[in-house]
């Protein structure tokens, strides 16, 4: 009698089936083409030939890769790097055609997480990188079920003056983050307001602007609380006058900007005040002047006949414009 064909798979076809599917998820150390690795989706550290890249160059060339990047796969047979993109630009700069992997199955939060947690540790960050690290990992942390800080605003929050506690709150998603890395939920608000600045604000920030000019950090995020087209008037009028506002401009210049009283001439006629640290000054090393004093002259004996010569100078030159 012939077997009735039901068009069902086989036990062996649906075994080998399962298995292969239970391999596919395990974790594995592989070796792949760099060309099929992507860099992680806003990733938001920069990647750039400075230095320490070229002492890692150096270290690749002499000894190879010590530890493997992870990655993750893609529906389309390539990878998403999650940690290794310093790696994987060194390699590309030396020539090399394949990279030593990790690959984990993992879903959007939990790459999101790993790929923070893995470079937010580094000692050169720019603070603009760190701010867009926070605010990824805490939106990771929201999907994964976590209440979520708002940052959008800057709500004043009552403080004990005595120990400078938050009086009544509950502990949010940012005081998780903040005591596994060991930075206050303040100062991971503040780092995340960094985000709302336009570009050319951030690269001021992060000291790597064209025009060479830097912004603290607390001005910063006071000016991240102006509107687009406000911060757009402001860094035209810092590159302008070569001059970037104090503590106390910015903060009125949000003051203004809330009760929507801030204009392009009042940004202007500010930066074109000389803030009394922004000042000229005269400066040089030692080292440039030592070999004209005898060595046992001390700085403030230096300092002293400098001025004495000087004062000669000026007195000379007094009576010759007499004559």
Not at 96 to 125: C, F
Not at 238 to 252: F, G, H, K, Y
């Amino acid at each position: 009698m012939p077997k009735l064909d039901l068009g069902l798979p086989s036990y062996d076809s649906l075994f080998s089936t399962e298995e292969e599917r239970q391999e596919s998820k395990l974790e594995k150390i592989v070796s792949i083409p760099i060309d099929k690795i992507s860099d992680f989706k806003n990733h938001p550290f920069h990647v750039t030939m400075d230095e320490d890249m070229l002492k890692l160059i150096d270290s690749i060339k002499e000894n190879g890769i010590l530890i493997p990047a992870l990655v993750r796969p893609k529906d389309d047979g390539t990878y998403e790097m999650i940690s290794g993109h310093r790696r994987k630009f060194a390699m590309s700069h030396i020539g090399l055609k394949e990279m030593t992997v990790i690959v984990r199955e993992l879903d959007d939060d939990q790459a999101t997480i790993l790929m923070v947690d893995s470079n937010i540790q580094r000692e050169n960050i720019y603070p603009s990188e760190r701010g867009y690290a926070y605010k990824m990992r805490l939106e990771a942390m929201k999907h994964q079920g976590k209440t979520i800080d708002d940052f959008e605003n800057d709500i004043p929050v009552e403080y004990n003056k005595t120990t400078s506690a938050q009086v009544g709150r509950k502990p949010e998603t940012a005081d998780v983050l903040g005591n596994q890395l060991g930075v206050s939920r303040n100062q991971i608000r503040r780092f995340i307001r960094l985000t709302y600045l336009i570009e050319p604000l951030q690269e001021m920030v992060d000291g790597r602007h064209e025009s060479e000019i830097k912004i603290a950090f607390n001005p910063a995020v006071e000016l991240s609380f102006l509107t687009t087209d406000e911060q757009y008037d402001l860094a035209d009028a810092i590159v302008a006058n070569d001059r970037t506002p104090s503590l106390a401009q910015c903060q009125e210049f949000k003051r203004l900007s809330h009760d929507g009283e801030l204009t392009t001439e009042f940004i202007q006629e500010t930066l074109e005040k000389e803030k009394p640290n922004q000042k000229e000054k005269l400066s040089f090393k030692m080292s440039e002047i030592d070999q004209y004093f005898p060595k046992d002259f001390t700085p403030n004996r230096k300092k002293d006949l400098i001025i004495h010569l000087l004062e000669n100078w000026a007195r000379k030159k007094s009576r010759e414009q007499e004559r």
